[in-house]
T-cell receptor
Framework: DAGVIQSPRHEVTEMGQEVTLRCKPI?????LFWYRQTMMRGLELLIY????????DSGMPEDRFSAKMPNASFSTLKIQPSEPRDSAVYFC??????????FGSGTRLTVV | GIQVEQSPPDLILQEGANSTLRCNFS?????LQWFHQNPWGQLINLFY???GTKQNGRLSATTVATERYSLLYISSSQTTDSGVYFC??????????FGAGTRLFVKA
């Protein structure tokens, strides 16, 4: 198995632009999680899905953030419009039930 | 909400030394995981260990759920063990809370 695949690995964008991060979970995993990691706040859960359905998005910081999971093999996290304070590493993770996460390699987002 | 505290916050070891990392949590948990974030930023699942003891090579972990702590043992440390070790607990509703991590540097 190729593991959890995230793209792009790095993204540099200008303030105000739309940013879309992508994630392909491990086949057969029924939970998908989006995390954000910063030096100040550590790892924060933004949203998670169960069988493609968003279950808890209370960690999404603002309405500028949205996430979708149109099918079992693909999810996106979108920021529109982006701001410099959104700069962070965004991780996607998947799991079977809650029996251990597997994380993707992350997307390092820089908003200038 | 539940509090997760890891100690020590920073640790420097000479290659070959052993170490113990600790994770305390303030309430009952349904599961607990240990992760290693390497210097390249990759987060690697080490153990899923809601209770008991597990071993994987030079690493082992013990969780005593009734006393609300978990320990991660690293034996014969290597430079490749450097990075940040996170403890993460899940209390229900599938919200996992991460500790602040222990930053480990192993000197050659």
């Amino acid at each position: 198995d190729a593991g959890v695949i995230q793209s792009p690995r790095h993204e540099v964008t200008e303030m105000g632009q739309e940013v879309t991060l992508r994630c392909k979970p491990i086949s057969g995993h029924d939970y998908l999680f989006w995390y954000r990691q910063t030096m100040m706040r550590g790892l924060e859960l933004l949203i998670y899905f169960n069988n493609n359905v968003p279950i808890d998005d209370s960690g999404m910081p603002e309405d500028r953030f949205s996430a979708k999971m149109p099918n079992a093999s693909f999810s996106t996290l979108k920021i529109q419009p982006s701001e410099p304070r959104d700069s962070a590493v965004y991780f996607c993770a998947s799991s079977v039930q809650h029996y251990g996460y597997t994380f993707g390699s992350g997307t390092r987002l820089t908003v200038v | 909400g539940i509090q997760v505290e890891q100690s020590p916050p920073d640790l420097i070891l000479q290659e070959g030394a052993n170490s113990t990392l600790r994770c305390n949590f303030s309430d009952s948990v349904n599961n607990l995981q240990w992760f290693h974030q390497n210097p390249w930023g990759q987060l690697i699942n080490l153990f899923y260990i809601p209770s008991g003891t597990k071993q994987n090579g030079r690493l082992s972990a013990t969780t005593v759920a009734t006393e609300r702590y978990s320990l991660l043992y690293i034996s014969s440390s290597q430079t490749t063990d450097s990075g940040v070790y996170f403890c993460a607990v899940y209390t229900g509703g599938f919200k996992t809370i991460f500790g602040a991590g222990t930053r480990l540097f192993v000197k050659a």
